[in-house]
């Protein structure tokens, strides 16, 4: 089962790189907060259908839960915004591989410390050695960027000589 997971959390951050990628054209053509609109009206509706045909009931409603908990709802706009803005300039790899580097560091600081009522799972050298590699990739992903890629300008320069 456990690998099953896996498998769905990579097609997952796919569908989202996609999405990215979608959003940071959709952005340059319409602006951030229009795409981040449309990405969150969307997902509003398709959520609020999948709740109505196939959430079960739960013991708790949304109002009886702790009020932080709901605060979770907040970290989805900024992460939409950054990545509509940062694909338009850094490109989709060079953003994904940096929000991925900050999903891992904050996830293992939350593990760590058990933050957000989570278990408690310690830090270790090979953890480390996880943030290390994502780091060097982060780095050789922006450095590539920069030697393979022409400033905007210079395109629209060339294209209107």
């Known amino acids: 089962m456990n690998i099953v997971m896996i498998i769905l959390a990579v097609i997952g951050g796919a569908v989202l790189n996609m999405q990215a990628a979608i959003n940071g054209k959709l952005g340059s053509q319409v602006g951030v907060f229009r795409s981040a609109f449309l990405t969150f009206s969307v997902g509003a509706l398709v959520t609020a259908l999948l709740i109505f045909f196939f959430e079960p009931k739960h013991a708790l409603t949304l109002l009886d839960v702790p009020k932080w908990q709901l605060l979770g709802a907040l970290c989805g706009v900024p992460y939409i915004v950054v990545m509509v803005l940062a694909v338009q300039r850094i490109g989709a790899a060079v953003a994904t591989v940096a929000v991925i580097f900050g999903q891992l560091a904050m996830s293992m600081l939350i ?28 780095f050789f992903i922006y450095s590539s960027n920069k030697t393979h890629t022409k400033p905007v300008e210079k395109i629209a320069s060339t294209a209107s000589e």
């Open 111 to 138: 593990d760590n410390f058990g933050w957000l009522g989570n278990e408690v799972i310690h830090f270790s050298m090979s953890r480390l050695g996880a943030v290390i590699c994502l780091g060097i990739a982060l």
